[in-house]
Structure formats: structure tokens, C-alpha cells
Nanobody, 120 residues
Framework: QVHVVESGGGLVQTGGSLILSCTAS????????MAWYRQAPGKQRELVAS???????KYADSLNGRCTISRDNTEDTGFLQVNSLKAEDTAIYFC??????????????WGQGIQVTVTS
């Protein structure tokens, strides 16, 4: 069974930066896509950024170029850096991993999420 764990969240001041990490563990033969989503209070979960194993990146327009997604394929670990943080970036951030597991089966697994709170 594959598990995904996020780390690096917490309290951050407005204008600051943070780096979130996502580590996938278990039997993984290939990670197709690693993505970050976030859900603010009272709002729907939204895609923040995604990165495929071919290096294709997508970013949410709402972040206006303030974030960067990257991966360390050797460690099945991904990162999300967000700069110039604003109050509206306050949310629970989730890592999502689309991977190839046993028996040639493809799966998608979510982390439990990590809170990011931007304070003034």
C-alpha cells in the first residue's frame, strides 16, 4: 500500500515563502503525476500545481507565477514552493500522486493534507 505524507506547513507571515514536501512510500514502479491541491475554509479543493514524469508543469492562474513545483524522482518526493504569500493562500494543502503499482495497475493516492496559515 502506498502512503503519501506532506510536510513543511505551518504559520508563515504575509510576504514570506514556504516549501512543502510530499513523500510517497510503498511499492511504486513509476509516478506519472505528482500534484498539489489546496482547500480553503468554505471553498472547494483546487489544483495548485502538477508535474508529470515527462516534466510537464501546470499551475493555477490564481497564484500568478508565485509557486514552483519540482520532484526528486529518485526519492519519490515532490516539492511545492510558494512565494509572496498572501492571506488567501491560507488553506490545507494536499499532495496527490498518480502512480503505477503492482500488477501493472495505476492508482491515485492522496495525502492527509497539511495546514498552511498566512498571518499578517
Amino acid at each position: 500500500q502506498v502512503h503519501v505524507v506532506e510536510s513543511g506547513g505551518g504559520l508563515v507571515q504575509t510576504g514570506g515563502s514556504l516549501i512543502l514536501s510530499c513523500t510517497a512510500s510503498g511499492t511504486i514502479f513509476n509516478i506519472y503525476t505528482m500534484a498539489w491541491y489546496r482547500q480553503a475554509p468554505g471553498k472547494q479543493r483546487e489544483l495548485v500545481a502538477s508535474l508529470t514524469n515527462e516534466g510537464s508543469r501546470k499551475y493555477a492562474d490564481s497564484l500568478n507565477g508565485r509557486c514552483t513545483i519540482s520532484r526528486d524522482n529518485t526519492e519519490d518526493t515532490g516539492f511545492l514552493q510558494v512565494n509572496s504569500l498572501k492571506a488567501e493562500d491560507t488553506a490545507i494543502y494536499f499532495c496527490n500522486v498518480d502512480y503505477l503499482g503492482h500488477w501493472g495497475q495505476r492508482h491515485v493516492v492522496w495525502g492527509q493534507g497539511i495546514q498552511v496559515t498566512v498571518t499578517s
